[in-house]
């Protein structure tokens, strides 16, 4: 990976403030955020359960041999 492309990963992590660049000298030293990274832990963990719970209906309803279009509402 070049130098460019994690100086363009880092800046993405910045903005959304999962780390934070702090100089020295020439040197940028980058920190992680452990509370923000918690919260995005959060967020990404209620996603999966939701999207676990969508997969597991599907497979429920491809189990019983049902399609969306034959089943009786």
Do not use: C, Y
């Not at 934070?20 to 980058?30: A, F």
């Not at 918690?38 to 990404?44: E, G, P, S, Y």
């Amino acid at each position: 990976m070049s130098f460019a492309a994690v100086q363009k990963h880092v800046a993405v992590l910045e903005d959304v403030r999962l780390v934070t660049k702090e100089p020295r000298g020439r040197e940028r030293m980058v920190r992680g955020n452990p509370e923000r990274i918690r919260q995005a832990q959060r967020l990404l963990d209620q996603f999966e359960e939701i999207w676990r719970s969508r997969i597991d209906r599907l497979e429920a309803l491809l189990a019983d041999g049902e399609t969306p279009s034959t089943q009786k509402g």
